[in-house]
């Protein structure tokens, strides 16, 4: 019964393929649901991030023959009917226990070393076990994981200096306003990466920032937190003729805002620099937005850019972290090996 994970993340594949791919949490209780249904995996857990959107397995069938029922139900699941080559990618066994170890440690995100991917593992980790779809192999192997992530965080240099997806964003804006005190700030979404960048934004001196959420509680709370003012959702694009920076990253299916609807809310502002960041998957803003005069607009790719300039400062600290890991892997494998070789003591199988 092998170990597998299977899936795609911005190393293999662009933000327009990935937000194809993504699961809401709303529905992976019963897509893990249904994808044991259909692969006979023994356990499963689903990651969907920005950044990612993986399959991690204990399956019943051999390797090729697993690993082929996974993408097969990931393709089908989201109705994905063209051709992929290096898009989606397998790893079994020791690979995969260290490509797992890789990313709880940041190792394999955006921004090297970032620290909320952790956090967002551990909520697939705890959606999936709340509903039953992990059982002794797959615990064993998570807990592993955040113990190896905790190690690496204390023992190592690696997550020093411009860590998460948020902060990334605050360093664009800041290339672009030299001065974010000087420039009125909306954030649309107040979840958790948003909550996060609204945060980072405070500490860099923006001093007048706008909260807008669906939940109006949520946004409030907020802004009260960050000395700034809770917008209605329906009511955010009445903001744009004061406002220079937006920040958004909401759970919307589709399009937040148009291209149409941005060249009419321009008039409004007689045509100012607007910079507008889109940290959600699915996208929020229009990418045609791009070709409206006046606007700056990035989505989450395009941070790589940035993420690039702290690379170099922390390779020597990933080739510790790496070596680390290896030998983590090594020396669970044994133990997941036995787990994953006797179904009888596995636990939470519903």
Same mark, same amino acid.
């Given at each position: 019964?092998?170990?597998?994970?299977?899936?795609?993340?911005? &190393?293999?594949?662009?933000?327009t393929?990935?937000? @194809?791919?993504?699961?809401?949490?709303?529905?992976?209780?019963?897509?893990?649901?249904?994808?044991?249904?259909?692969?006979? $995996?023994?356990?499963?857990l689903?990651?969907?991030?920005?950044?990612?959107?993986?399959?991690?397995?204990?399956?019943?069938?051999?390797?090729?023959?697993a $690993?082929? $029922?996974? @993408?097969?139900?990931?393709l089908?699941?989201?109705?994905?009917? !063209?051709?992929?080559?290096?898009?989606?990618?397998?790893?079994? %066994?020791?690979? /995969?226990?260290?490509h797992?170890? *890789?990313?709880?440690?940041?190792? +394999?995100?955006?921004?090297? %070393?970032?620290?909320?991917?952790? /956090? *967002?593992?551990? #909520?697939?980790?705890?959606?999936?076990?709340? &509903?039953?779809?992990?059982?002794?192999?797959?615990? #064993?192997?998570?807990?592993?994981a955040?113990?190896?992530? #905790?190690q690496?965080?204390?023992?190592?240099?690696?997550?020093?200096?411009?860590?998460?997806v /948020?902060?990334?964003?605050?360093?664009?804006?800041?290339?672009?306003?030299?001065?974010?005190?000087?420039?009125?700030?909306?954030v649309? %979404?107040?979840?958790?990466?948003?909550?996060?960048?609204? @945060?980072?934004?405070?500490?860099?001196?923006?001093?007048n920032?706008?909260?807008?959420?669906?939940? &109006?509680?949520?946004?409030?709370?907020?802004a009260?937190?960050? /000395?700034?003012?809770?917008?209605?959702? +329906?009511?955010?694009?009445?903001?744009?003729?004061?406002?220079?920076?937006?920040?958004?990253?909401?759970?919307?299916?589709?399009?937040?805002?148009t291209?149409? @609807?941005?060249?009419?809310?321009?008039?409004?502002?007689?045509?100012?620099?607007?910079?507008l960041?889109?940290?959600?998957?699915?996208?929020?803003?229009?990418?045609?937005?791009?070709?409206? !005069?006046?606007?700056?607009?990035?989505?989450?790719?395009?941070?790589?850019?940035?993420?690039?300039? &702290?690379?170099?400062?922390? #390779?020597?600290?990933?080739?510790?972290?790496?070596?680390?890991?290896?030998?983590?892997?090594?020396?669970?494998?044994?133990?997941? $090996?036995?787990?994953?070789?006797?179904?009888?003591?596995?636990?939470?199988?519903?």
């Amino acid at each position: 019964m092998p170990f597998l994970v299977i899936g795609l993340s911005h &190393h293999s594949s662009p933000v327009t393929m990935r937000e @194809r791919f993504a699961f809401s949490e709303a529905v992976i209780p019963d897509a893990l649901e249904k994808l044991r249904r259909q692969t006979g $995996a023994a356990e499963a857990l689903i990651l969907s991030t920005c950044n990612r959107v993986e399959i991690y397995a204990v399956t019943a069938s051999p390797d090729p023959p697993a $690993a082929a $029922a996974l @993408r097969k139900f990931l393709l089908e699941y989201h109705g994905w009917e !063209e051709p992929l080559e290096e898009e989606i990618y397998c790893h079994s %066994g020791a690979r /995969g226990l260290e490509h797992l170890f *890789q990313v709880a440690c940041g190792l +394999d995100s955006m921004v090297l %070393g970032e620290t909320e991917i952790l /956090g *967002q593992l551990k #909520k697939a980790y705890e959606l999936a076990l709340r &509903h039953r779809h992990t059982g002794a192999s797959l615990n #064993k192997i998570f807990q592993r994981a955040f113990n190896v992530a #905790k190690q690496i965080r204390t023992e190592t240099n690696i997550q020093r200096g411009c860590v998460s997806v /948020g902060s990334v964003a605050v360093e664009l804006a800041e290339k672009i306003f030299s001065s974010l005190g000087k420039h009125p700030v909306l954030v649309i %979404g107040a979840g958790e990466t948003g909550e996060k960048t609204a @945060r980072a934004l405070w500490s860099r001196g923006a001093r007048n920032i706008l909260v807008s959420n669906r939940s &109006h509680e949520r946004a409030l709370a907020l802004a009260q937190e960050l /000395g700034g003012r809770a917008i209605p959702f +329906d009511d955010w694009a009445g903001e744009f003729s004061t406002i220079d920076i937006v920040l958004s990253s909401t759970a919307a299916p589709q399009h937040i805002l148009t291209r149409a @609807r941005l060249e009419g809310l321009m008039k409004a502002r007689k045509n100012r620099p607007l910079l507008l960041i889109d940290i959600a998957v699915p996208r929020d803003i229009d990418p045609e937005i791009k070709f409206v !005069e006046n606007v700056y607009l990035y989505n989450i790719d395009d941070l790589q850019e940035i993420a690039d300039n &702290h690379l170099q400062r922390r #390779k020597e600290e990933a080739a510790r972290c790496q070596a680390l890991i290896r030998d983590k892997a090594r020396e669970l494998l044994p133990a997941a $090996a036995e787990l994953i070789a006797r179904p009888d003591l596995a636990v939470g199988n519903g």
